[in-house]
């Protein structure tokens, strides 16, 4: 049985490649962290992960 997660996650790469296809842009997640709190550099390491498993790129 597919994880919930694995499924949202190819649902979502699907409908970004057709984007990219349509407007011949490559997507990127952008972070801009201020300070250094704990919390939210886990948050965006997350994030991160997910994007680059995604195989699109990040900026931090």
Same mark, same amino acid.
């Given at each position: 049985?597919?994880?919930?997660?694995?499924? *949202?996650?190819?649902? *979502?790469?699907?409908?970004?490649?057709?984007?990219?296809?349509?407007?011949?842009?490559?997507?990127?997640?952008?972070?801009?962290?201020?300070?250094?709190?704990? #919390?939210?550099? #886990?948050?965006?390491?997350?994030?991160?992960? *997910?994007?680059?498993?995604?195989?699109?790129?990040?900026?931090?």
């Amino acid at each position: 049985m597919e994880d919930i997660s694995e499924k *949202i996650k190819g649902k *979502i790469k699907g409908d970004i490649d057709k984007l990219q296809e349509k407007n011949q842009r490559l997507p990127k997640l952008v972070v801009i962290l201020v300070g250094n709190n704990q #919390a939210s550099n #886990a948050y965006v390491k997350g994030k991160v992960r *997910i994007v680059r498993k995604l195989e699109y790129s990040t900026l931090l």
